[in-house]
């Protein structure tokens, strides 16, 4: 049995005042193992979003069956933890205090607490600022802190929406090499929606594309790079062979002619 299991499940949104229904995503059936890191690209409207929220429990499908370990989803749960590209820290909190916030809702204990964030705040290292407040941070610490209080909760799955796309791009790639070793450390499963096809071949077991209007998925891209993945990689033959398939995966999108290289459609 997979872990988490999408079976033709579609998604119509009900228009507000005089707009009508949109069909978000239709017949999408997607199969993701434990522990298993996953991207989804694809254009932007196809539905990404959409079925990271599902999969959260913050939006219901309209029809299909979703369920992990075999139980339907029904509604939010503290084993799935969501980040998103907006960091969504509380200001009046400190590093620590946000890492904390959920399991001191759920009243663990202050001694409990204390080791969970310190594991924490060391696992994204960010030792020496437990007690600065998120307007101190730079925009790469506060994800960081956003990554940490995610896991503060224990959860079996991250689900994370575009995490770093409101980072500058030198920031972007050391955050991808420490996701990739909290995501060694804390051994859950990962769904990873982004725009940036290299970040996505640089991160996942597998990479999902989909295609839009309405939401389905196009192709399933296995990465058989060797982990630890490295910045050298991001050169390597193997890499780019990943690459250039998910971008013309995508690039299908705008119809075959799309796809002929400028030289060739001159000369046709
Ligand atoms: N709450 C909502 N109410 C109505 N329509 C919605 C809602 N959320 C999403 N949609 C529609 O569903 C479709 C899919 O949206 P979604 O946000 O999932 O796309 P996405 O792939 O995440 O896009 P992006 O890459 O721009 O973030 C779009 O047509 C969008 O307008
Ligand atoms: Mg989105």
Redo the contacts with the bound molecule.
Sequence with gaps: MTFINARHIS?T????NN?GP?L??ADMSLDIREKEFIAVI????????????MVAGL?TPTSGDLTIEGKPVNGPDHQRAIVFQEFLLFPWKTVKGNIEFGPRLNRVKKETCDAMSRDLIRLVGLEGFENCFPHELSGGMKQRVAIARALANKPKVLLM??PFGALDALTRESMQLELQKIWQKARCTVLF?T?SITEAVFLADRVVV?G????YVKKILTIDLERPRTRKMFTSENFRHYERVLKESIWEEDGPEEMVPVQEKRSA
């Excluded at 949104?13 to 507000?16: D, E, Q, V």
């Excluded at 694809?42 to 929220?53: E, H, I, R, V, Y």
């Excluded at 839009?212 to 939401?215: E, L």
Aim: glycine residues 16%; aromatic residues 6%.
């Design positions: 998604k949104f009900n228009g507000k707009a949109t978000a995503i694809g254009p932007s409207g196809c539905g990404k979003s959409t079925f990271l929220l939006e929406d575009e929606v725009h989909m839009s209007r309405p939401g």
